[in-house]
């Protein structure tokens, strides 16, 4: 069952759920899983060096010191690389092909098979950035991309220029999967006896706020193309849908209907939305188009139906919420309310993300949900096709929201260790459960990561 | 009594002065139908003796409910009604007494006189209520919240439980007493669970709430559901008897 996969790396690397699902096909709805590593496939391993400065004034140090964290954590974030620890790097700082002694790098303790470097420096209040990739091994044609930067010198422009010259890196490295580097995680920022939409780089860099509504505004959800963002916001008259222009940096209008409306979600083609509305007397899925034109209803069961999310892959298929068996399970449809499929088998289910492959969906659940279970609410992933799962978070207190980042090879959720809302952070993690970080302080919740 | 009637009374100049403008402006092309020439002879002056009646519906009505009167005469040359004024010959009006009333019309002509008189039952609740409430008052806070009482949920659940069907028929009939009250129903939830899923929870309890009002008479029309899922919350500590004060549909007036 797993040689064809075994049979192409590439195809492991850029789908390693899917790999990792099918080992734990025996091991159905077990609650532990192996780790990629562990797998018995090696990671490349990638030195980044320090970029040299190529003058000395001190802007331009304060600017390499912001590109090197950057680049260093993207590539340790990506999740397919070894990366060299900064401690066993060779003293010497090449900034041109010329100046890199490669076996200096490739030999122990060093060991690299692959090696970031370059110069940076400001020239007339430009920000320029000369970065190479090279291939260790290879001494005799050893540039694997050589790439050039220059933007207005600022620290964002540094840590901008660092993620995109890593999602070069990945890309090329991967086998051509999309880095993640230059993607935004949209979330709720709660303060102030309110809630606001805020936004921030993926490594929780540049956290600002987007919308000033003053009221409790939730569920934000970006649009395919990084152009609108649909949420939901309390006035007068209850929860309406609600959307912001990041192209004329403002609200711009969406039509308000009766009932409460909630949780917005693109299609992938940025052409519908579907949220639920009660607009005629039972929450249920609804679709319209991003103006709120030709609304349709897709559900029709009493009960709250909520939290719809489009198949990204298809946009054929819509995963959602159900109450209509007592406690909320995840249901998957056809966008035409036909095929209704519960995916769950109890508990409390909430909260689906669909990876962007199409495969797996990612959602929240307390699998013993009860007054005095001891169940705590998790991050599981789940096989569509096969209802298989695996739980990627344990004992850490109540979790929330995940999103799939655009590579399917990240999930970013809300965590609060103690249970309490106030304390709720934004947290990252790799798809297969590892190397949970977290994003914000306290106060943060609902992340929504962007498509590209 | 003497202020309703005056309420009454200068309802009836704005509705006779309505008349009037309509009579002076929407109405005169319709009149090309009917020639006046055709009509013949004015009827001769009625010489008879007055006959007339008065009725009233309902007969009997609770506080701050209306009554229609309805009077019809023959051969009378002017009308009156006691606290209400000269009227129409034929006509109805509306009332809405504060305590029991003998409404008495009188109908003269050059033949004589003659009477008719109905009794309103007024019925006051004798338990103690909110101060009378007329029409456009929506009363106070606190009378409100005695008589139209939150109502509270099972977790995960969004039916009324038995006894939150006993509060609603109070609902229903503080409701019925004050037909000027419009009402706001908001759904809440308690902390635990995921907000979006509680915010369509929140939203079918309101409804809940709702329907019962409804099913016991309340016009759909007055009440208004917000939920608010468990972004607003009433208790904040983590335990059930916490949790079970953030499970309720909360009334408030709706002004």
């Not at chain 1, 490739?106 to 950035?129: D, E, H, R, Y």
């Not at chain 1, 919308?211 to 949420?231: E, Q």
């Not at chain 1, 005095?372 to 979790?399: F, N, S």
């Not at chain 1, 999930?411 to 990252?428: L, P």
Request: with cysteine.
């Amino acid at each position: 069952m797993l040689s064809p996969k075994r049979t192409s790396p590439t195809l492991y690397r850029l789908v390693a759920l899917l790999f990792l699902l099918s080992c734990a096909a025996s091991l159905r709805a077990q609650d532990w899983f192996k780790t990629e590593t562990s797998s018995g496939i090696s990671s490349i391993r990638i030195a980044a060096a320090d970029f040299k400065p190529l003058s000395a004034d001190p802007q331009t140090i304060g600017f390499k010191k912001t590109f090197d964290a950057t680049l260093f954590n993207d590539l340790s974030n990506a999740g397919i690389f070894d990366i060299v620890s900064k401690s066993l790097l060779p003293q010497s700082t090449p900034g041109a092909p010329p100046e890199i002694n490669l076996p200096q790098w490739s030999a122990a303790p060093t060991s690299a098979s692959m090696v970031a470097f370059g110069g940076i420096n400001v020239q007339g209040g430009k920000l320029v950035c000369n970065g190479y990739l090279f291939d260790a091994k290879n001494l005799q044609y050893p540039q694997v991309l050589a790439k050039q930067y220059s933007e207005d010198a600022s620290d964002d422009a540094a840590r901008q220029i660092a993620h995109r010259f890593a999602d070069e890196i990945i890309f090329r490295l991967s086998g051509g999967s999309q880095g993640i580097a230059e993607t935004k995680v949209y979330y709720v920022k709660i303060g102030g006896g309110g809630k606001e939409i805020w936004a921030m780089d993926y490594d929780g860099a540049n956290q600002h706020a987007i919308t000033h509504l003053g009221t409790v505004s939730l569920s934000p959800r970006i649009s395919p193309d990084n152009s609108r963002l649909a949420f939901s916001s309390l006035d007068k008259s209850g929860f309406q849908i609600r959307m912001f222009s990041l192209v004329l940096n403002r609200m711009v209008n969406f039509p308000a209907a009766g009932g409460t409306n909630l949780s917005p979600a693109w299609d992938p083609n940025g052409k519908e939305i579907a949220y639920s509305s009660s607009r005629s007397g039972d929450p249920e899925i609804w679709i319209s188009s991003p103006d709120g034109a030709a609304p349709r209803r897709v559900t029709s069961f009493s009960g709250p139906d909520v939290s719809p999310v489009f198949n990204p892959r298809t946009g054929a298929q819509i995963a959602w919420i159900s109450g209509r068996t007592n406690l909320p399970q995840l249901y998957i449809m056809d966008t035409d309310g036909s095929a209704v499929q519960r995916m769950t088998d109890g508990g409390y289910a909430t909260s689906p993300s669909w990876s962007p492959n199409g495969q797996f969906l990612a959602f929240a659940w307390d699998r013993k949900y009860g007054p005095g279970a001891p169940g705590g609410q998790d991050i599981y992933v789940m096989e569509v096709a096969t209802k298989r799962w695996i739980q990627l978070t344990h004992d850490g207190g109540r979790c929330d929201f995940p999103s799939w980042s655009p590579d399917g090879r990240h999930i970013v959720y809300a965590n609060t260790a103690d249970g309490s809302a106030a304390h709720m952070k934004v947290w990252t993690m790799l798809a297969d459960g590892t190397q949970k970080r977290p994003l914000t302080s306290d106060g943060a919740d609902m992340p929504n990561w962007s498509w590209k | 009594m003497s202020a309703m009637h005056t309420v009454t009374r200068k309802a009836f100049i704005v509705i006779a002065a309505l008349a009037t403008i309509g009579a002076a402006t929407g109405c005169h092309k319709k009149a090309s139908g009917v020639d006046p020439n055709s009509l013949g002879p004015p009827p001769a002056p009625p010489s008879a003796a007055p006959t007339a009646t008065l009725t009233a519906d309902p007969l009997a009505i609770d506080l701050g409910q209306s009554v229609v009167l309805n009077w019809r005469t023959q051969n009378a040359t002017s009308v009156t009604i006691d606290g209400i004024g000269e009227v129409n010959l034929n006509g109805t009006q509306t009332v809405t007494p504060s305590t029991s009333t003998n409404f008495h019309l009188t109908a003269k002509s050059d033949g004589g006189a003659t009477e008719a008189s109905v009794r309103v039952t007024v019925r006051v609740p004798v338990a103690p209520t909110a101060p009378a409430i007329t029409e456009g008052d929506m009363g106070s806070d606190a009378a409100f919240h005695q008589n139209v009482q939150d109502v509270f949920f099972d977790y995960d659940s969004f039916e009324l439980r038995p006894d939150a069907a006993t509060s609603t028929t109070q609902a229903a009939s503080f409701l019925a007493a004050h037909p000027a009250i419009k009402v706001v129903i908001g759904g809440y939830c308690d902390d635990r669970g995921s907000a979006e899923y509680n915010l369509a929870l929140g939203e079918n309890r309101a409804n809940a709430a709702k329907t019962g009002l409804v099913a016991a008479g309340v016009a759909a029309t007055r009440i208004r559901v917000i939920s608010y899922g468990k972004e607003k919350q009433f208790c904040t500590e983590e335990n059930e008897s916490c949790w079970q004060q953030n499970r309720r549909a909360q009334f408030s007036l709706d002004r």
